[in-house]
């Protein structure tokens, strides 16, 4: 298995409150990517990363943020908690876009309340 | 709106008989991947296949691309319980983004 490890995989917090989620790779792969699901939708763009320090939107950016400070560590931050946030997120990691398979962690299922 | 867009939404079909699903996608590719996710559980790669190809064969997977009809197929052969799961197509535009689909939920009966 590729070492991609998602923390933490559960967690409830309350409306308004920011939120941290982590995504920590071993494979020193250049790309890395978080996705958020829901019934229905499948899984969405949330914000992806090309390399440290180099972030960009996804299809479904608002009210996110993300960090890359170091190739290893993507982070995903929900500024400001809010039900409709409530989803299963997926961190995944890419060595080079397309030509490669992308491996993905084991999910975090967040809940606002 | 997600680029790749499968079909049937869900499937359920006999142990032993053969599963397909298409994708159709809206502009032209780099590639195009084919994931199963199994309930609760990340998404595993199956297949990738360029736009240069026509065909790929895996095991009992086989997918196809028709680049112009922006689609492909994955035909899943002699399945198994084990197959149950949700099958998703991801398109590589070429803009450092990988697209997903809404999935394809197959159950396969004993």
């Known amino acids: 298995d590729a070492g991609i490890t998602q923390s933490p995989r559960h967690k409830v917090t309350e409306t308004g409150t920011p939120v941290t989620l982590r995504c920590h790779q071993t494979e020193n792969h250049r790309y890395m990517y978080w996705y958020r699901q829901d019934p229905g939708h499948g899984l969405r763009l949330i914000h992806y990363?090309?390399?440290?320090?180099?972030?960009d939107k996804g299809e479904v950016s608002d009210g996110y943020s993300v960090s890359r400070s170091k190739t290893e560590d993507f982070l995903l931050t929900l500024e400001s908690a809010t039900s409709s946030q409530t989803s299963v997120y997926f961190c995944?990691?890419?060595?080079?876009?397309?030509?490669?398979?992308?491996?993905f962690g084991q999910g975090t299922r967040l809940t606002v309340v | 709106s997600q680029q790749g867009e499968e079909d049937p939404q869900a499937l359920s079909i006999q142990e032993g008989e053969n599963a397909t699903m298409n994708c159709s996608y809206k502009t032209s590719i780099n590639n195009l991947q084919w994931y199963r996710q199994n309930s609760g559980r990340g998404l595993v790669h199956l297949i990738l296949?360029?736009?240069?190809?026509r065909e790929k064969h895996s095991g009992r997977l086989r997918v196809t691309l028709d680049t112009s009809k922006k689609s492909s197929s994955l035909l899943i052969t002699a399945s198994r319980a084990a197959d149950t799961a949700s099958y998703f197509c991801a398109t590589d535009y070429g803009d450092y983004k990988l697209s997903f689909g809404a999935g394809t939920t197959v159950t396969v009966r004993a």
């Open positions: 995944a990691i890419s060595e080079s876009i397309g030509s490669t398979e992308a491996f």
């Open positions: 296949i360029r736009s240069n190809e």
């Open positions: 990363s090309y390399g440290v320090k180099d972030t």
